[in-house]
Structure formats: C-alpha cells, structure tokens
C-alpha cells in the first residue's frame, strides 16, 4: 500500500507540472499573437492619450527649409537696387545684386538673410535683409505625400499646422472605390518609422471632425482600395 500511494503521488504531481507547463506556454503564445501585426492606434487616439505629445506640430514641426525652385523675394532696407525676387536654381544657389551663386537650399529664410547681409556688409553699411518665400516647391523631407485610391494621388508642400483634412481637401478626397478606414499614414524612417490606422470615411463622408489629425513634413498617407 506504501508504494502505491507513494506512485499515486509522484503520479499527481507530475501531472500538476505538466498542467502547469502546458498553462505558461498557452499564456506565451496569446501575447505572441496579440503582438503579431499590431497596428498602432490613430495618431488623435495616441494624442489624447498623451502616448505622442512629443509630435505635435506645435512642438516639433522645424522651420520651412527653402528648397529647389522656391520663389525669393529678397528685400534690402534702404536699398531697392539690391532687392530682387528670385528663384532657386536646381542646384540649390541663388544670384543676387552684388551676391553670386549663394547657397539657399536647406537654410531657412532667416539663414538665408544673414548670410546676404554678411556679403553685403563689404558694400553696404549696416545691411539689413529680409528674405520671403512667395512660392513653394519645398523638398522631399518637407513634403506630405499622398498615394493610392486619392482622387488626385500628389505631393504637397508641407505648411505649418497642416492636418489631415487639409491634405484631403487638395488632392480631392478620397475615390468611390477608397477604403478610407484602413488608410495608414506612415511617419519616420528606418527603426524610427512608425504606422498609424486614419478614419478617412468618417473625416470626408460622415463629418467626423475627431478623426482629423496633425501631419508632419515627410508623412506618406496610403489609402487602399475596398475589394468589397
């Protein structure tokens, strides 16, 4: 009787370890398969949350780069024959009254004028100079691409405070054919780039302001199409 028990109880507890084996594995699989192809939640859900303060246009958004064929308007205080209005070659230079082939791209406008002033100062007294973007072309980082079932697929130069709807509205809204619900909007490179689900048929078809969102310089919004 002594040995049978002892075996009924060596029996239990082995089972008990198995039991217990088999519990810890189902448990690692259901959280491999809840994060398996896990899509983040919309930028407006994360932002309410508080899970991306850091990307609001208000705090991150750098300052407009000048680009490639930008229109200039270079303004000299008290000296109209110096101003000008230029554009960007595509090399990146400008040429100004007294000022050759000066590198405009990616600098800011601010950039832009004290590096005038700083050649003009050999010729003028005290230059001061303002330079003006009067028209964008902007580079690719400063950009908000737009691809898939848009009704006018682009590439629109970025503005400050820019949102969804705004992008919406110049390529024409979404097709009939658009699955705007499962629109992603891709931001960041390499490790840093992140996807983020939009509500486009709720923004453009049912008026559903909470559904817009910030962009930024650089955002890829791909819309699907609905194959039903």
């Not at 000299?76 to 070659?89: D, I, Y």
């Amino acid at each position: 009787m002594t040995g049978m028990t002892y075996i009924g109880t060596r029996n239990a507890e082995m089972s008990k370890i198995i039991l217990l084996t088999l519990f810890a594995a189902s448990a690692l699989m259901l959280s491999a398969c809840e994060s398996v192809g896990k899509v983040e939640s919309s930028p407006s859900e994360q932002i309410a949350a508080g899970a991306v303060t850091e990307e609001a246009p208000s705090e991150i958004v750098p300052d407009y780069l000048i680009g490639p064929l930008d229109q200039l308007q270079i303004f000299v205080w008290r000296a109209p024959e110096l101003s000008t209005n230029v554009t960007v070659r595509p090399d990146g230079r400008i040429s100004t009254p007294l000022v050759e082939d000066m590198m405009a791209a990616d600098k800011t406008p601010t950039e832009l004028s004290k590096d005038i002033e700083t050649v003009l100062a050999s010729y003028v007294k005290n230059p001061e100079v303002t330079v003006i973007v009067n028209q964008f072309s902007s580079t690719f980082e400063q950009q908000v691409r737009v691809l898939g079932e848009a009704q006018k697929p682009i590439a629109l130069p970025y503005q400050n405070g820019m949102t969804v709807l705004d992008v919406m509205v110049a390529v024409g809204g979404l097709t009939e054919f658009a699955a705007g619900n499962k629109a992603i909007l891709y931001r960041g490179k390499g490790e840093n780039k992140k996807a983020y689900r939009l509500r486009l048929d709720d923004l453009m078809r049912k008026a559903d302001v909470d559904a817009n969102v910030p962009v930024l310089p650089g955002d890829v919004i791909l819309i699907p199409e609905s194959f039903w």
